[in-house]
């Protein structure tokens, strides 16, 4: 890789990276039981918002795409942790999106080991995403029925999307001009 191009895939990784910070806001926030709907929407516009920068401006590779990933991970993590200890309810369906993201993520791995190409996870990804902000949302408030309801709903979505994940899992996608495997 050329000195130009590492240099656009570290300005692209921190981009990637400063989104955490978003997080410890909203664990801030839970912590203190102030509202996290704004702080959501914050931090799912700059998780779309960065990819689409980094992509206009060629700086978008294979070590961003799992920075970016990581991150979204970690930033549900801590999120999700506050909301575990301020609403203990919750941990059931923490548990239910935590296992889902570990068979995922175990996936993705195998598939990048294998055909050393990254998972770009498009729809099925996205649902899960929004499912467990809106059962963080709804569980930050407070609203037990609520968060009930939310956490049902994000449980069966995440559940729902495993098996897409196992599409052409360690088949190499010569199709894709970046040879990324979209789901």
Do not use: W
């Not at 088949?171 to 894709?176: E, G, K, L, T």
């Amino acid at each position: 890789m050329q000195k130009s191009q590492k240099i656009k895939e570290a300005v692209g990784i921190a981009l990637t990276a400063s989104r955490y910070g978003l997080a410890e806001n909203m664990a801030r926030r839970i912590k203190s039981e102030k509202p996290i709907i704004l702080a959501m929407a914050a931090l799912i516009t700059a998780d779309v918002l960065d990819g689409v920068v980094l992509r206009k401006f060629d700086c978008d590779t294979s070590a961003r795409r799992v920075a970016d990933g990581v991150i979204d991970h970690a930033s549900v993590a801590r999120v999700a942790s506050e909301v575990a200890v301020k609403h203990p309810d919750t941990i059931p369906y923490i548990g239910v999106l935590a296992t889902r993201a570990a068979v995922v993520g175990v996936l993705n791995l195998y598939h990048l080991a294998k055909t050393g190409e990254v998972t770009k996870g498009q729809d099925k990804q996205r649902a899960t995403n929004l499912a467990t902000a809106l059962f963080a949302i709804a569980a930050a408030s407070g609203n037990k029925k609520l968060t009930h309801v939310a956490g049902v709903f994000a449980s069966g979505v995440a559940i729902s999307t495993i098996p897409h994940y196992f599409k052409k899992l360690g088949q190499a996608h010569p199709d894709h001009p970046q040879g990324i495997r979209e789901l």
